[in-house]
Every structure is written in structure tokens, then in C-alpha cells.
């Protein structure tokens, strides 16, 4: 069963992380004309003139959105070469190369922006998830107690620390981080994945507390 936490665990790191600053989708009714139109206008625009950093950024969002990564990378790091201090594009860059698996690329990325601004929440997040995914363990717990101590409603925090837990076997403070994060932000996507992987380890401590159970 822990092998099981520990990779549902993951997955859901892998999630939140490629969820961390896409933007929403448009609503479903006569969604997919609208969609395409507005990339494709985009997409023509940058090709137009390529030095409206506005577009460049929209656009890089919007590949990100859908998962088509080197686009992204490719558009943001125009958007990078007219601001780059932008923080918004800094992270999103990270965000890019921890999903392509260029881990040290991206956190390059997230030390860029928090040299810029040092109490940001978001890319002192993702550069937590971003150590804790490829086991960087010691800086990953490091990062998130000093984001915890600094900006204690930041919801992310909680969720990676709950990974945290679970991967180490500690179920009930996983439970416990991931309420947290279900109390602090309960719309947001992390608050989505707490609630399911609430559900699992509940539903495992009750059934290995039942008598005759064994653990694996």
C-alpha cells in the first residue's frame, strides 16, 4: 500500500505542478471554434511582430494550457528576452522545463524569480515540488517550512508537505496537510487532488485497523 501512496503521491505532484499557472478554459458551449480562432489570432500576431511582450506571454500561457511544452518554452523565452525580470514569465518557464524533465533548468528559473522577488509564494512553491520531484528531499523541506513560516496560508505549501508525509509512510499529517490545503484554497486544483488522496489514506488506515489486517 505505501508503494501505491508513494506513487499516487507523485502523480499528483505531476499534476498540480502542470496545473500550477495555466489559465482557464473557455466554457464548453461552442468552446472549440473560440479556442482555435483566438490561437490562431495570437499565433499570427506574434508572427507579425514578435516584440509585443503581452502576446508573446498570452501565447506561451495558452501552449502551456495545452500541453504543447517546446511551444511554450519557445515563446517564453522571447517574452523573456524583452522583461527579463518578469516573474510571471520566470516561473511559467520553470513550470515548462520541470514538465519537459529539465529539473535544474527550472529551478534555475524559480531562483531567477525569487531573486527579483524574494517573497513570492508561487515560485517558492514550485521550486519545492521542483526538488521534491527529482529527491532533492533535505531542500525541498527546507523551502516549504520557510514558505510556511513566512506566508502560512500558502495553500501549495501544505499540499507538497502532505506528499511529503505520505511518501514517508505518515498518513495522518499527510490527512492533516491536506486539509489544510482543502480549508485554505478549496476551489483550486490542489485542493481537488488533497480531497481524493484524503479519501484513499482513510479509507487504508480504516482497513488496516480492522483486525486480522496486515500492512504491505
Known amino acids: 500500500m505505501k508503494r501505491f501512496v508513494s506513487l499516487l503521491a507523485s502523480l499528483i505532484l505531476a499534476l498540480v505542478v502542470s496545473q500550477a499557472l495555466a489559465q ?17 489570432l495570437l499565433e499570427r500576431a506574434v508572427a507579425k511582430d514578435s ?20 511551444e511554450a518554452a519557445r515563446v517564453l523565452s ?5 522583461k527579463p525580470q518578469d516573474v510571471k514569465v520566470l516561473v511559467n518557464l520553470g513550470v515548462v522545463s520541470d514538465a519537459q524533465g529539465h529539473a535544474p533548468e527550472a529551478q534555475g528559473y ?16 514550485r521550486l519545492a515540488s521542483s526538488y521534491y520531484a ?9 523551502q516549504l517550512r520557510e514558505l510556511i513560516r513566512t506566508k502560512p496560508r500558502s495553500h501549495c505549501a501544505y499540499f507538497t508537505m502532505g506528499v511529503a508525509f505520505a511518501d514517508a509512510g505518515i498518513y495522518r499529517d499527510a490527512i492533516r496537510m491536506w ?18 488522496s484524503i479519501d484513499v489514506l482513510e479509507k487504508f488506515i480504516g482497513q488496516a485497523q480492522q483486525p486480522g489486517a496486515h500492512q504491505h
Open 24 to 40: 482557464p478554459k473557455p466554457a464548453a458551449s461552442k468552446s472549440a471554434p473560440a479556442v482555435v480562432d483566438s490561437l490562431t
Open 51 to 70: 516584440t509585443k511582450f503581452d502576446n508573446l506571454y498570452k501565447l506561451g500561457v495558452m501552449y502551456m494550457d495545452r500541453e504543447r511544452m517546446p
Open 78 to 82: 522571447r517574452a523573456e528576452r524583452i
Open 110 to 125: 524559480y531562483q531567477r524569480a525569487l531573486q527579483v522577488a524574494p517573497s513570492d509564494s508561487v515560485a517558492m512553491c
Open 134 to 142: 527529482v529527491g532533492q528531499y533535505d531542500k525541498a523541506m527546507t
Open 179 to 196: 486539509r489544510k490545503v482543502v480549508e485554505l484554497a478549496p476551489e483550486s486544483p490542489e485542493a481537488l487532488s488533497a480531497k481524493e
